[in-house]
């Protein structure tokens, strides 16, 4: 389905992938959220990010949905509720003629301090994404790997800590999860995360003292945290004092790709539903039937049909995953 899910009753896609009248827009990601749309539904958070991000492409006319408000459309209704991926993510929610189906978007069941957490709606179909859908993928609670990054930084208090993080929602969640720990000391930003980061503190996430690294000088970097997107390069690194470099993403629980990505401290530290909470929401939505999209489907769908429910397989094109990086072997 190259245009992203569509809902034929009220007329609209859902993360459409090319430009289309009417879209609903789950969260700010780029492979979900994309410009040049006509009328625009979702959160008011996610609508700023599309606005930061696109300006007046990002939507002709823009329309803010709170969490459980509900929109007529014709015979269908539709509302969103929080998704728990990142600031303003929603799940979407349709009902037609008695018939309740909820799309998942990209989702997680952990607390998250930047976003409000994903909410259980039952319904009769349920759409879920399935990014790290194989029983091999299991997240440790992120308080403890933040725990190893703050032990590193005390073990080693003459080296910069540069860590790579996906500039929207996982660095702010790193920041976040870091003050909770109690570490208050300034952060150093990239440019590219930098942006971003101001709007979440202007859409009421404090994320403490900010700096941006541009303008530190070399010895100032010792011993502190340096935020950067995936796949900063070596060059850039270099300018940092004895540099170690770490990564926050679901994907450093393989190790190979760590190692690949000359990642000496990995973090598995995911904005996506691990395989346990995949499973378990299946269940708790108790939908008879579900559709797998946006990963690894197969897995999921045999674990569904094993409990019992029919499942299928929906092949979107055009989504990426951002959870630090394309998987491996694809
Ligand atoms: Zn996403
Ligand atoms: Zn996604």
């Not at 440019?191 to 971003?196: D, F, I, K, T």
Request: neutral net charge.
């Amino acid at each position: 389905m190259p245009g992203g899910l569509y809902c034929e009753p009220a007329d609209l896609f859902i993360d459409p992938t090319r430009k289309v009248a009417r879209a609903v827009i789950t969260h700010g990601h780029s492979d979900h959220a994309r410009p040049g749309h006509q009328r625009v539904l979702a959160t008011r958070e996610t609508l700023a990010l599309m606005e930061a991000r696109y300006g007046a492409e990002a939507g002709a006319e823009r329309q803010a949905l709170a969490y459980g408000q509900t929109l007529r459309l014709g015979e269908v209704s539709l509302k969103l509720l929080p998704a728990g991926h990142v600031l303003g993510s929603a799940q979407v929610v349709l009902e037609y003629r008695g018939c309740r189906v909820v799309i998942s978007g990209d989702y997680k069941r952990r607390r998250d301090p930047t976003c409000a957490g994903f909410q259980v709606e039952t319904c009769d179909v349920f759409i879920t994404e399935a990014t790290f859908a194989l029983p091999v993928f299991r997240h440790p609670p992120a308080r403890d790997e933040i725990g190893r990054l703050l032990r590193s930084v005390r073990l080693f208090p003459e080296r910069s800590h540069v860590v790579g993080v996906y500039a929207l929602g996982k660095c702010q969640r790193v920041i976040a999860l870091l003050r909770e720990a109690g570490y208050d000391e300034p952060i150093y930003t990239h440019g590219a995360v930098e942006p971003l980061c101001a709007l979440y503190e202007r859409l009421g996430v404090k994320l403490g003292a900010l700096k941006p690294v541009a303008g530190a000088k070399k010895p100032e970097l010792a011993g502190k945290i340096v935020l950067a997107p995936p796949g900063f390069d070596d060059r850039w690194v270099r300018r940092f004092p004895e540099p170690l470099t770490a990564m926050a993403s679901g994907w450093m629980r393989v190790r190979q790709r760590a190692k690949q990505r000359g990642v000496e401290l990995p973090l598995v530290i995911s904005d996506h539903a691990d395989w346990d909470e995949l499973t378990e929401t299946m269940i708790e939505v108790r939908a008879p039937e579900i559709w797998v999209t946006h990963g690894r489907e197969e897995a999921l769908i045999r674990q569904a049909n094993l409990n019992g429910l029919k499942a299928r397989a929906l092949s979107l094109t055009g989504f990426e995953d951002e959870d630090g990086e394309l998987p491996l072997s694809s």
